[in-house]
Structures are given as structure tokens and as C-alpha cells.
């Protein structure tokens, strides 16, 4: 083996920095082909009905404006087929009816960007329009909820000897990156080609492939650089279907890009929950049973599911758990996946319960989930891989100064300042699929790796070249990762924390197979000074090969290759994925704790420090995992404070649809933060031995700032985002 290398655990700069930094890196809008023209979307000004007229005729006039396209003379699409993925389901213009307030109802097509988006303003729409529901709090769910029991929950709350009935609502909040979602199209014949934002090169072939009815090998998508995304580029949208399409009716490349505006409309959201539950709990603490019922948004014409019930089921021991899921169909367009969904909403009511709990039975917080530690998962009766969460507890509370707390709210000042102090648990699902990736040793001695993965800030290519590097015994500068390309071997969905032990194991299996190919040539070769020695006892380090016992027996691998005559050697890497019957339940972990300074005459909260402590397993690179706990945290801060989604309920407009009215955490907003990560592996998880961490590092923020805010101040806020009128 060649794990002597030191580039795994290393904290090592990004390998694109530079690129990125100095704008030589290509995000989807930055690629022109020749001829490209530009496309702006007219959105409907109406919530719900239907499209009774549209006059595009002065908009048509405007020299350069190339095509006017909507549901009067697009083509029809063809039925999409089943299979992977499901599909865009709104698709674009092929009927009169209105879904949501900012639906795309036409599209203009013209040589400039300034002509079109001129020529979106000069085309006349004219609606018949039906009573919007846009309200989660008054409009009534659909169908039948999602149920989870085990025990009778019910029952043994009406006789629990401490009970808590609390209801806790969190806002809708928009993802926000920096780079807006866009495409550019190109058809030559009918092979297409898209330059697109996305985290799932995969699943945007086969979007593509099913809504124009062309075998998926026909077409391309090339996505190197994703400027953030949250989860907001985990699908293909309506957006980039319109823009192939106008590709194909005006014969020329394509190109679309959503304004800030329309983001808010086009590329989903994380969903406002309303989520009650009930607690019960014996005199000493320990959880007897809860209930928990959730109420969420969703559109009229899709179904988006979170597993916003499942810490609720498992982070802590409760014998009696009944759980229910309703979906409240309304006239908005489909939420979707932002970072940490589901978890982060549902561990923000359960944490919060736990801390109103240790209150109430006046119990320290962490003491109080120490004594509900589960042995196992309860939910599915199997053993956890790891579980390290009582390490968080103890490296957090001596990192953080735990023991300086006290307990009794509004006890702690600084002037006119309320402070606070606060924690939380949090927990992550560790997802694993499956991936390729493929290996090439050229005979100058440096590699390629590539996977059709993406990168939209994590460190992909960073940490894949440290995998990469350590398994083949080269330098990180010998090793060169290229992703984002659907040429590339297929890859999962860059979302849900699953890259790194996915792509990760199937980059660390083919470089393994490489480099057991070399060594047995090497020991099959007469003119090899390994000719004949034990192939279990070759390493390699600094691309020479050599005998474990003997370091002055060896060769490099540039003179192994030229000696055979090979310009390259080459091997493809496949990781299966998780086990359909896994014999452990896997997750990530988390305890944060934060201190906040609430203004006692105005109400506004600030907050002074943060530290996470994390249990993820392995860390590639520590520099790249800071990065994204302190972002995380930055983030948290955001749902715990700041972002919330203001509509008209009139009409389902979105009033603060812009970064000036929906506010997002600036550096002034950034405390002191650190992040600690618990040694540790899970080869169980899978063969590299690490766990999701980029969405569990924001999981639990939020609860422990509320916390932290109630130690403050003796109000319980049981509403996301916490606003100063909640706390006068």
C-alpha cells in the first residue's frame, strides 16, 4: 500500500484557488459559443388562473429580438418515461394555466442581453384570475399524512409526570448563492450540448434527455465551477428546459440567466414548517414519549418530502414515539432541498423542546441528553456505527466555557446588553451512492482522475487529488482531478453530504487498481529491480515504487512504463453504495453552542461566539472542513435571525425578493466561531472511512442561538427567524 503519504488529513489550499480568484475559472454564463444569443423569461404577474391573451407583437418589432416563444406557438413536448430521475414536472409552456405567482409564461429571444430583457417589458399578458391559497397557517393539508410509531406515545403522555405542548413555526428561506442559475444551450443536429449551473451532471441528462424525447447519450452537459448553490442546482428546473428549447427554434446557441429576483420563484426554497410536539418526561428527565405532527408547503403539482421528523424519531432514547407528515398544497412554486433540510428544521423543535425541558426540571441542558443517550437507533432497532456525540458535549462545553453559564435567565449582563448562552445537538443521515471514477498513470509520471461529480464550494477537486495523490504514492502536484463533464463516469447528486465517501471511495478504488497493476508489472518484469519480490510488499511513495524492507530495492514509475513500452496505464473505479440491508445506522453529528448579547431596550440579538464540535469520522482536509463549518455557522445565524420569505398572501407575490429586503448574514454578523472535529473513522460508513459533514455543520445552529437567546432574556421563542418584537 502507499498510505504513507501525508495529503489525506493535510489542511492544503485548494488546487483551484487561483483559478477562481483571479476569474480565470468558467462558471456556466461565462461560456459563449459562436452565435450565441440571449434569452430573458417573462414571468406571469398572477398567482393563480389562466393566460387568456398575449401580445407580443411590439416586442417582436424591436430590431434583434429573434423569437417571442409561448404556449400560443411553442412546440409540444413529449411525454416524459419513467425511471432516474423523475423529471422536471412543470413543464414550460405547453398549457394556459398559472401554478404560481413568477411562472415563466414566455420567453424572448434576441442578439443582446439588453434587447431582450427591454423586450420582456413590451410583451402584454392578460389573465383570468382564480383566489390565490398561499397562507400554510389557514389552508388545510392534503391527502393522508406520513406516520412513524412505535409504543403508544399518546397514551403514555396524558399520564407523564412532566409534559411539554409546544408549537414552533420556521420561515420559508431562499438559498442565495452568489452565481444565479444559467445556462447556454447549443444544438448541432440533434445532439445537445449545456453549459450549466448544477450540482448533478448526471441527473440534468436525463432531465434533458426525457423532455425532448432524445436518448440520454445525445446529450452533454459541462458544469467545471458551480459559484454556490445550497442545494438550489441539485435538479435540472423549468429554466433550463426553456432555454433549449429556444435553442432549437431559433438554430442558434442559447443563452439564460435568472435574475436575482426570479431566484426566489425558479429554483426552489427550504419550506416553512409548522411542527407541533408534545413531550413527556419523568421527574429525573428521561424522555417517556412525543408526539410530533408537521405541517409544511408544497406545491400544487409536485411532492417534496424532507426527513424533517427523523432526529425526532432517533438523537435521543424515547420508548414511545408517534410522528405524522402533511403536506399543505398551495399555489407556489415546488420548495426544494437547501442546506441541512429537513434535519436542521427538525432539530431546531426538537432542541428547543430538549431545553425548554431541562428548564422546566431545572437541569443542566447537556446533562439532560446524556441521561436520554440511546444504546442504538430505537427507530430501526440497529447499531450505530459510531456515535460520538458524547465527545461533542465534552469537547464544546471545556472549548466553549460552559461552566461559566448560569442557569437563571436574565442573569448575565454586559452594560445593556442581555447575555446568553445556549446549545444544541444536531444530526445528519450519512448518505452513500453509487459512483465511478476513472484513473490514468501517463508515462511521465503524473495522473488524472476524473468523475462527472461537481464542486459547488466544498473542495471536490481538493479533496478527491488528496485521496487520489495517497492511494497511487504521488504528490498532490503529480495528481490532476477534472469533474463536471457527463463524458466523465457517472457520479451522484453533489448534495446531501454524500460526495467525499461516495465519489471519494470510488476515486480511492480505481487509484488502489492502478496501482496494483503497476506493482505487478513491476514484479513480473526481469529489468525491474522488483522482479521477483512479493507484490504485498511494494509501497510506493513520491512515485517511486519500492520494497517495504528494503527502500534502496525500486523504481520510479516513469522508468517502469517507458522500459514496457506504455504510454499510460489506466484503471476505472466504482464504489457501490450503500447497502440495500445495512447492518448499522449511520449519521453525523453535532453540538454547538453559541452566546448572544440581547439589546434590553431594543430587542436586537447579536451573537458574541459560536463553537461546533463535530463528529463527522475521518477529516480529508482540515482547512477545507473549517471552511464549511464556519459557513455553516454563518448560515444558522441567518435561519436563527435574519431570513424569512415575506409573500402577499393576495397574490403569492414575493415583496422582498432582492438582497436588500431578504437579509442574509454579512461580516458584521460573524462572530468569533471555531470548529472542532472528533478523531475518528467509519469504515463501516464505507471504504475511505468518512461521513457527511457539509450539511450537519449548520444542523443544531439555529436551536442553540434560540437557546442561548431564552438564557438571555427569559423569553421562549418558539418562531423562525427571532425578531426584536418577539422580545420586547
Known sequence: MSRTQAAVGAAVPRVDARLRVTGRAKYAADNSPDGVVHAVIVDSSVGRGRITGIDARAAEAQTGVLKVISHLNAPKLPPIGGG?????????????????????????????????????????????????????????PAGEPETYARGDADRVLDSAPVRLDLTFRTARNHHNPIEPAGIVARWDGDQLTVWEKTQFVRGAVFTLSGEFGIPPNRVRVISPFV????????????????????????KRPVKLVLTRRQLYFGVGYRPAYEYVLRLGSDRQGRLTASAHDARTEA????????????????????????????????????????????????????ESAMDELAHELGLDPIELRLRNEPAGDESTGLPFSTRRLRDCYRAGA???????????????????????????????????SEAQASVRLDAGGTAVVQSSTSDMGPGTA????????????LTMRQVTFRLGDSLMPPAPVHAGSQTMASVGSAVQDGCDKLRKQTITLAVNDEGSPLYGADAADILVRGGRLYVKDDPTRGETYQRLLARNDRTHVEALGSYAGASETEKFSF???????????????????????????????RIINPRLADSQAIGAMTGGIGQALLEHTVTDHRDGRIVNANLADYLVPTHA????????????????????????????????????????????TGRRVR?????PEALL
Open 587 to 617: 449519521y453525523a453529528y453535532a453540538a454547538t453552542f453559541a452566546e448572544v448579547a440581547v439589546d434590553a431596550r431594543l430587542g436586537l440579538v447579536r451573537v458574541r461566539r459560536m463553537v461546533g464540535v463535530y463528529d463527522a469520522a
Open 299 to 350: 406545491s400544487r403539482y409536485e411532492t417534496h418530502h424532507e426527513e424533517v421528523l427523523d432526529p425526532g424519531r432517533m438523537l435521543y432514547s424515547t420508548p414511545n414515539v408517534r410522528q405524522a407528515y402533511r403536506h399543505v398544497r398551495l399555489d407556489v412554486s415546488t420548495p426544494w432541498f437547501m442546506r441541512g433540510p429537513g434535519y436542521s428544521n427538525g432539530t431546531y423543535c426538537v
Open 398 to 432: 471545556r472549548e466553549f466555557g460552559w461552566h461559566r453559564r448560569n442557569p437563571k435567565p436574565r442573569s448575565m449582563r454586559d452594560g445593556d446588553w442581555l447575555i446568553g448562552m445556549g446549545m444544541a445537538a444536531g444530526v445528519y443521515d450519512t448518505q452513500r
Open 462 to 473: 481538493t479533496s478527491m487529488t488528496q485521496v487520489a495523490a495517497d492511494a497511487l504514492g
Open 227 to 250: 459559484g454556490g448553490a445550497f442545494g438550489s442546482a441539485a435538479r435540472t428546473w423549468v429554466h433550463s428546459v426553456i432555454a433549449a428549447l429556444a435553442a432549437r427554434e431559433v
Open 669 to 712: 454578523d460573524m462572530p468569533e466561531m471555531k470548529a472542532i472535529f472528533i478523531d475518528g473513522e467509519d469504515f463501516e460508513a464505507d471504504p475511505i472511512g468518512v461521513k457527511g459533514l457539509g450539511e450537519i455543520v449548520i444542523v443544531g445552529v439555529a436551536p442553540a442561538i434560540a437557546n442561548a437567546v431564552f438564557n438571555a
Open 84 to 140: 432516474f430521475p423523475p423529471g422536471q414536472r412543470l413543464r414550460p409552456f405547453q398549457d394556459d394555466r398559472i401554478r404560481f405567482f413568477g411562472q415563466p409564461v414566455a420567453v424572448v429571444v434576441a442578439t443582446t442581453l439588453e434587447i431582450a430583457q427591454h423586450a420582456t417589458s413590451l410583451v402584454e399578458v392578460s389573465y383570468d384570475t382564480e383566489p390565490v391559497s398561499t397562507d400554510l397557517s389557514v389552508a388545510d
Open 719 to 723: 418562531e423562525l427567524p427571532i425578531k
